[in-house]
């Protein structure tokens, strides 16, 4: 299958439609934001970066995960995914690289995350991850993105929880939910809804 090429994967981001009806408005979560960088290196082509965090993080230690954190006081999502990619990859991006937003999915950890969709050049090998915050860092490329979910049910929710096979292993909402509504909206130009997607039991504290 031929994928959009990195110009293309833009402008769908673009267009994507947040639907303000979707939009979490909830004071009991604490706002989060959460990096899906597209990033054109030499030699794999466009593909987003996910992270492992380290075993010695407090929340959500292992887990796989986007670049991100709370959003600070003063700070909106756009601002706090940049500084957070910063911090944990050493990659310094302006607010000019922002190509959209996806829509917000609150967790059952207490946080609603919003992903900001950005643009950038460079080679992975460039990159500094901080030893603190990441064990491992992944490209996963078009091609490897373009796998099909995995959806599971569960006693103590209604919900579906969802899987993405990806880097020789299984990764589960938050994460997963965002990495599937991109593969969607950039790969394929459909409006597909995630937030009605379930997160296993153990990433529920």
Avoid: K, N
């Avoid at 303000?20 to 970066?49: E, F, I, K, W, Y």
């Avoid at 995960?65 to 957070?84: F, I, N």
Wanted: charged share 25%; glycine share 8%.
């Amino acid at each position: 299958m031929t994928h959009p090429s990195a110009a293309e994967v833009a402008a769908r981001v673009r267009g994507h439609d947040r639907d303000d009806r979707r939009t979490v408005h909830r004071p009991d979560l604490r706002a989060a934001a959460v990096a899906v960088v597209v990033l054109d290196d030499p030699g794999r082509g466009p593909g987003v970066l996910l992270t492992r965090r380290t075993s010695r993080l407090r929340d959500h230690p292992g887990q796989f995960a986007l670049p991100g954190g709370s959003v600070d006081a003063g700070e909106d999502v756009v601002t706090a995914a940049r500084r957070e990619l910063d911090e944990e990859l050493g990659l310094r991006l302006g607010a000019d690289t922002v190509l959209g937003l996806l829509d917000d999915y609150p967790t059952r950890s207490g946080f609603v995350i919003t992903p900001v969709v950005m643009a950038a050049p460079g080679a992975v090998a460039d990159l500094r991850p901080s030893p603190d915050e990441v064990s491992e860092l992944f490209h996963i490329t078009l091609d490897e993105l373009d796998v099909d979910p995995l959806f599971h049910t569960i006693e103590e929710s209604p919900r579906p929880v969802v899987q993405m096979p990806l880097v020789g292993h299984f990764i589960h909402a938050p994460t997963a939910a965002v990495l599937l509504q991109f593969r969607e909206v950039a790969l394929h130009g459909r409006t597909t809804r995630v937030d009605g997607l379930e997160q296993p039991v153990f990433a529920w504290r």
